[in-house]
């Protein structure tokens, strides 16, 4: 989507505005509370964080921090409690669902001069899964199958894609179910992460899909430092693993080139090296010992070791005015840049901010190939 496209939907991106809802209530507009700036931080493969700062709240009479009402506000901003929050532009009511989650976490102080504020935080709702260390076995189990149980069990909705091998034993070993899960995301090439909806995505990576928006540097891109290494690189992983039954290796490969996301005209980072280790028996290959029980796992295995490797080739620190379509696990194009680095590129952390300031959006992007 061009940026001109999302300034008609948003304003011309006038007056940024945000809203953080506790229930029913917004706590600025029915609570009466002062909230100077809020941010939301998501990122693929671990638990998403909120905060947001009220500010004029500390009753010096009373001693205690209070909403514009006269209602305690510790009360209300309690741990556990679970709160939505929206930014944009314009009007609050229509503004879209950024993040929701709980709260864990409340700071303030007490300075020499001036009045104490209160920091409010916490995470989505990946958080619960992040607790504990469970123990747990999936006999002739797929690993889609494990993840579809432990979404169930925390009472999330589920975007879970079917893996393809069933494996003999799935082994949960003190773990938190979210560790768990990141580890059978990683050996299928998922991503793992739970939106602001309250649903638990387990899948492959959207890399493939239309950019979400198009920015110009100078034009809604404010700085782009991207950075392309080739140290760690390798031109080819191959897995290895036993099988009792036919009493043989198993040998799983994977090839530069191969890689999820790759855009047609771009050179993944195991293509680059070819160009300068051109005997093919030189070439760096990454060899794995591995658990498998057959060839279609070990290959599974290998491709997503190689993608592992292969998207840490191209990264980048962005930062744009404040555009809520921005979030992990969503493509953004880029131009303006020269080439080879005006592209499409894949996000995997993004940052909203709403302050004196305004709105900005700042994310990490990562590729396989430049």
């Known amino acids: 989507m061009d940026l001109s496209a999302l300034s008609s939907k948003y304003g011309d991106f006038y007056a940024p505005a945000f809203a953080v809802r506790l229930g029913r209530d917004d706590v600025m507009r029915d609570l009466l509370m002062s909230v100077a700036q809020v941010e939301v931080d998501m990122v693929l493969g671990a638990a998403g964080r909120f905060s947001f700062t009220v500010v004029n709240c500390y009753d010096i009479k009373s001693h205690s921090f209070l909403t514009g009402r006269g209602t305690p506000i510790l009360g209300l901003l309690k741990f556990g409690a679970e709160l939505q929050i929206a930014m944009g532009y314009g009007d609050a009511r229509t503004m879209p669902l950024i993040a929701s989650g709980v709260i864990t976490e409340i700071n303030t102080s007490f300075p020499e001069s001036g009045t104490p504020e209160l920091t409010v935080a916490g995470y989505d709702h990946a958080f619960p899964l992040t607790m504990g260390k469970n123990t747990r076995t999936w006999a002739k189990a797929l690993d889609s199958d494990a993840a579809e149980e432990i979404a169930s069990f925390h009472n999330l909705n589920s975007n ?12 949960q070993s003190q773990e938190s179910d979210f ?3 990141k580890k059978l995301a990683d050996r299928n090439h998922y991503e ?18 239309s950019a979400v928006v198009k920015l110009l540097w100078g034009e809604g891109l404010i700085s782009f430092k991207p950075e392309a290494n080739l140290a760690g690189q390798v031109s080819k992983v191959e897995v290895y693993g036993w099988d009792p039954k036919k009493k043989e290796k198993i040998i799983g490969t994977a090839t530069a080139g191969e890689e999820s996301g790759k855009d047609a005209k771009g050179r993944s980072a195991g293509e680059q090296l070819k160009t300068f280790v051109k005997d093919s028996s030189k070439q760096p290959v990454l060899r794995l010992r591995q658990p498998v029980f057959s060839k279609a796992e070990a290959e599974k295995r290998a491709f997503a070791a190689l993608n592992e490797r ?53 994310f990490k992007v990562k590729e396989t190939a430049l």
Do not use: C, M, W
């Open 192 to 209: 793992l992460f739970v939106d602001e909806k309250r649903t638990l995505h387990f899948r492959k990576p959207n890399d493939t899909a």
């Open 179 to 181: 560790e768990f899960l």
């Open 310 to 362: 292969a998207k840490q080739f191209l990264t980048g620190d962005a930062e744009s005015i404040g555009i809520p379509e921005i979030k992990p696990d969503t493509n953004v194009q880029f131009d303006n840049l020269g080439s080879p680095f005006s592209k499409t590129y894949y996000v995997q952390q993004s940052t909203h901010k709403v302050d004196g300031n305004g709105y900005r959006t700042r």
């Open 160 to 171: 879970i894609q079917r893996t393809q091998e069933r494996h003999p034993q799935i082994e």
